[in-house]
């Protein structure tokens, strides 16, 4: 709340109430009468102000405006912790120079399927095999996952291949079963703004990735991890898969420069998903290029072995040779900008 | 999945691919070859053909684009029913000559304050009141709402007043104690593709205002009421918003264009939240008019006795004398469009 | 340039380093030092500092942020001139508590079809007639307009009807047959920053009207409305026309709520054109209303006795029978709002 | 106008009279009723079918909606040219494996400024220097540029360094001028859909850069290149520099994906400004990577060697320092993607 700005119509009675507004919360003021309007800075402690108590100062009728210079998050911000973090999920680090893969499809469809699609990825160098058991669809005429099987093939798939498994969560009442099953836990683009779910994952001792809302900012967006890091819960790594805009020959547009504002920004890994962001197969790779030379701390691509008959998302799904061949591509730009793969 | 535009370099044999899958679908082609590209269309009762197996055909190389004509939600269309819906809460109609309106603060904060709220916004003219108890809330260090002690005081008001409750849920955990204590069950924006809570309500027998996402299509939020009515619940209350974009002298951009869009898709009510869309109080009153203008079932306005010290949201709060010299300004407007207040 | 907001890594060099650049530029400082960061209130006449000072100042590498207090425009605020402006065009007054209708086909076809619809529009209570001489159009290969020719035909239905011109200007080597011919000069959509044709029609005698631009703010909208106003044409009209978003069930997405904002914070009038915001006719009559609750100072309505066959646009055009009726829908909302039509 | 889909309401005489229609402009119908509406195919030249002409058809009560099928561009389209464009500039090509560099300073200010900056880019690697000597600006009270006087300052600077010049029109009146002292002509952004200043550059033997506008989809950026193209001159070089989205820690969104997509729909090349885009220092860097990786044509980068005095856009003005280490990181990304800087 730190600089209020008054209206040129304010009178002195205002300014009086507000300066003794600010009184009662513990905070002095410091009221700057221009040439064409008066400034009142908030000196003190203002990160106690609650966006709650700003709201009531705008309330007020003389005040044009309030402008905060504190940033609303604290536990997710690169003033609060300067090195940047790197999450160890099973000695595979996220964060760190190595720039890890994690590849699969879009829904698990069957033990047969993720098993094979696990095996090609992981020969091509992913570190994690993905698959949505719960599966958020805009359709409820829609495929919604297998569910708690859908876990345990993928459970499987990590004991055949090693691979580590992330997996989305839906609903606070999954936790448990998300938690016996999977390594890090999703939460999707649509529930980016699921407090209750947010609040629930920073309960758990197992990484969170935290997809960019559709329309979400930046700072709204470090404001959900700031859910999850409130409760206890650090390892946050953010998910950038592209907003939502006027443009419609790709299905959403992503937002690369995402990356390094949030590298100034905060302390937690970036990691890129373009197959949701462009929605095309053919995009997937030039996407994934450039994601890396942003300065990406990771990729998240959709592999498919029949991609036709996928049960979802088919159109944007890699075939596990487009993919090594992918992975072939990515190995001298990470190296170009002092990472590897 | 009724019209596949191929690309110019399709071959018969992708042709023949394609034709081959429809059949095994118990589909017909059409294959119409034209100066530049062909196009099949697909004949048969092509509504249940899920969007997973239009994403298969659009992942064969050949197709350029797949054309759906039938639309994707059913309940929810106009076709499927076509008199527009009238929702009975306890008496008061929504989706009839007249319009109601509800009423009160953004969070419930005390017994006395919401009483006095709901006695005032009673005598002005409205029909129900509103209070957050669960309150969604950007940051988590500001105010979560009193949880079930806010729905308690919320039934003490309607048990005061006569006014009738709406209050949002967030959590599928909620259900049952939302049930007990309210009347008409919100879904908040940010909730608006959480498709648990969607199927959650689905199951009950409260009407649910469904608020449209902060970016949502009007396509994807009838998905998102077809969701709930596919549950059996079909009396869903749409309640627009405001959707972001690039403004920001208002806090959302208001699409009132929503209100006679949805009355040619859908059959369902349609009403407007003006306080949150533009989130400054001086704007309330001219965009109310213009949603009743606009032909909206109902209105939804903030008013809080002293928004200065409210809890949220004060800056766009009415007072009460505010919004009885509203409801007065309404009343003409409304009967000018064959409606009364 | 009134308040400088340090990095916390800022030191007392960089704080001299900025206060003796404003020294050299007539300013004075005032250094706040909170307890995580300091603040630099610039004391003087800022309105003199240009934007480009500004960015000098944002270059400066221990700066976070610059907080401008002062509006970048002058001449069109509300605070240079309280009174709205009311504009007079052969005695039609736009601004003032009637609300003149422009009407008329989105391009000028024929001396014939001008006239029957500039006849029948004058009926149904218009004072204007629009249409388009010189057509922007997305595509060369579409109708550009008749030219010269078209305002021709235009002033020939001024003389037969008694209606006034409005016709949209593209080049200003266009300006001297413009003015000979039209009442109003129009400023398109996609010009409402070609700043060089704003400068020109700057240094007319005839009204501007202004439409928005597809993506552009209130605040940039209001900049190029400074820009014709500082050439000394101090009569422009503001038309909004609906914004670009990610919504595709209308054309544009009509921002109703421009109209409140722009009541506070400029004296000029404020038109809405429903048309081309939602691109399709029977969304017109809705939209139309709504405008006019929310305080419009006119409508500019596109209107053809043959849409099927109009050369541009028809699909959002009304016929002259419809549109005589949504006149006598609007009559009453415009006295609910203190205003006639 | 491809395919017609009519309302389910529609009648036997509705289609009668579209195939009549359709009859009367020399193409055929095929007329497919199906289980739920009726479409109808249109067979013929439909390129010749103008947007006029489909408006026509949607304003027809019987119809739904109007899906085209052919591209609405032919020379800019990939169809009509297979081979990718490499454009010719005084012996540096845009489009080939080498990827030049545009740089230089926002505006033109002094020639012994212009001739510093230009000695360092060109001893850095750049093959054009760019700088505005008519400069479109937000504020009519910001530096306007210098005029003819800044073009020949950019021609003096080519004239001591063998760098070409880019620079800025504005306005058709200009544009004598403009090809006496620059080798390729900029529309600026806004200017995108200035349909008389493209029709304009369409008339000389320079290559001209089309930067995307602020809210352009790629198929409008296209449409506005075919303008160009349409008046003889192909040479259009395409420029991303970013779309307005409510994202607000960058100045636009850089729409990287707009790189592989128009890679596919056209043969123009396609460059990126990065600087623009951003609007930050820091960010420029990390973004040129990804550009380069994501498969840009060339660069655009702002140079300046003293952001501080810059006397426009200062913020995100590399030093000539940074600007050669940003040259010599890109090199290895280059030449990962099989180019060279």
Known sequence: MDIIVLKPSAKDKDIRHIVKKLESKGLRSHVSKGTERTIIGVIGDTSKISEDEVAGV???????????????YKLASREFKKESTVIDVGGVK???????????????????IVKNIATKVKDAGASFIRGGAFKPRTSPYSFQGLGEEGLKILAHAREKTGLQVVTEIMDPRDLDVMVQYSDIIQIGARNMQNFRLLLEVGTINKPVLLKRGLSATIKEWLMAAE?????????????????????????????????????????LPV?????????????????SKAAVAAGADGL???????????????????????????????IPIAKAVGRSI
């Open 58 to 72: 705008r309330a007020i009728d003389a005040v044009e405006d309030v402008m905060r210079i504190i940033k609303p």
């Open 94 to 112: 996220i964060g760190g120079k190595k720039i890890p893969i994690i590849a699969g499809p879009c829904a698990v469809e069957s033990k047969v």
């Open 227 to 267: 859910y999850i890091m409130s409760k206890g819960n650090l390892n946050v790594i953010l998910c950038e898969r592209g907003i939502r805009t006027f443009e419609t020959s790709t299905r959403n547009t992503l937002d690369l420069s995402a990356i390094p504002v949030l590298k100034e920004q905060t302390h």
């Open 271 to 287: 990691i890129v998903d373009p197959s949701h962001a462009v929605g095309k197969r053919s995009l997937v790779a030039p996407m």
């Open 300 to 330: 998240l691509i959709e592999v498919h072995t029949d991609p036709e008959e996928a049960l979802s998302d088919g159109e944007q799904s890699l075939t596990p040779d487009a993919f090594a061949e992918l992975i072939n591509e990515l």
